[in-house]
């Protein structure tokens, strides 16, 4: 006799943060948006996703930053859950709890690596079954940042930066994370980007402003030379966060000072991402930048690591 199943009560799913080595920016497109070429690296800062059958849809926030996640239906997760349950017909109402150790609205990815946390973790609830490319297709229909959580390691982004490709990396690279205790709005800072460009004589839509991954960028993470990345780290968005942040131009160069390899605003910031030789530089960083009083807060972290993974609960294989 066979016994079906007993479908799990509840399952959790942890995501990870982005960091972008490279981000460039295109023309303004007519629809609003720009095209980028970006590479992104997954981080070892994560968010906990757990799901479960409730009565009504919830969330219940928690984490060292659990004061600023919302808790309404505009909840990525939520949004994500949604999705799910409404092209598998599913009339299931779920509690989600967020347990938060991505900053949020910190150029991280927090809120797009909760959404791709909920897909995985409701195909795993609902035993959908789902292949990483339906995932995938799924995820982009949330935001353009969503795919990458699922995904992790180290890829290219094109299009809107939801367009994956794999980059071949070797090595281990470790990270100092100066985090601000307000965020800065995506939109805000991509327009700010188009009005330095036009205050310079350019025309935001030009096409000259290309979009490309420098080869420069690949070939230190093809030969894992945490020197040569540190030097090839760039972001596009770093003049407009500055300008509308003077103060993170004022850290960004503090701690190349204290010695990291690179320095960048890390995606539309507010974070400022610093890489180090090794894991003691990312310790002595770290101190340094806490005793200049120039952030709130600082984390370490390493990368690559994994993308979204079922922590707890029955696994696919
Ligand atoms: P990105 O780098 O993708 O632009 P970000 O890291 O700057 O994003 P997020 O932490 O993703 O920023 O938050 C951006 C906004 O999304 C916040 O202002 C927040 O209100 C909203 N949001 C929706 N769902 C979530 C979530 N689960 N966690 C955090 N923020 C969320």
């Known amino acids: 006799m066979t016994v079906a199943p007993t479908p799990p009560q509840s399952v959790t799913v942890r995501a990870p943060a982005k960091v972008n080595l490279e981000l460039r920016v295109g023309a303004l497109r007519p629809d609003g948006y720009h095209d980028l070429a970006t590479v992104f690296q997954a981080v070892s800062l994560y968010d906990e996703v757990s799901v479960a059958r409730w009565n009504e849809w919830q969330v219940v926030p928690g984490g060292a930053y659990a004061d600023r996640i919302p808790t309404d239906g505009g909840n990525l997760a939520v949004r994500a859950a949604k999705l799910v349950a409404e092209q598998w017909d599913i009339d299931d109402v779920l509690s989600i709890r967020i347990d938060k150790d991505i900053p949020v609205a910190g150029g991280m990815a927090g809120g797009s690596a909760d959404a791709a946390a909920a897909l995985l973790a409701c195909d795993h609830l609902w035993g959908l079954?789902?292949?990483?490319?339906?995932?995938?297709?799924?995820?982009?229909?949330?935001?353009?940042?969503?795919?990458?959580?699922?995904?992790?390691?180290?890829?290219?982004?094109?299009?809107?930066?939801?367009?994956?490709?794999?980059?071949?990396?070797?090595?281990?690279?470790?990270?100092?994370?100066?985090?601000?205790?307000?965020g800065l709005s995506t939109p805000e800072v991509y327009r700010e980007l188009d009005r330095l460009r036009a205050a310079a004589g350019s025309d935001p839509g030009d096409p000259s402003h290309t979009a490309e991954v420098s080869a420069e960028l690949m070939a230190a993470l093809r030969s894992g030379d945490a020197r040569a990345l540190g030097a090839a780290l760039h972001n596009d968005l770093d003049e407009a966060a500055f300008s509308l942040r003077p103060e993170l131009r004022v850290l960004r160069d503090a701690g190349v000072e204290f010695g990291a390899l690179g320095g960048i605003v890390s995606g539309s910031g507010p974070t400022v991402a610093f890489l180090t030789e090794s894991h003691e530089a990312s310790l002595d960083l770290s101190v340094s930048l806490a005793a200049s009083d120039l952030c709130r807060d600082i984390r370490r972290a390493k990368g690559p690591v994994h993308g979204a993974q079922v922590v707890t609960g029955p696994r696919a294989d």
């Not at 353009?144 to 699922?150: E, M, N």
């Open 129 to 182: 079954g789902l292949e990483r490319d339906e995932l995938a297709e799924l995820a982009s229909v949330l935001g353009s940042d969503v795919p990458f959580p699922l995904a992790g390691g180290n890829a290219m982004g094109s299009g809107r930066g939801e367009q994956l490709a794999p980059v071949l990396a070797r090595g281990t690279f470790h990270w100092v994370f100066a985090i601000s205790d307000t």
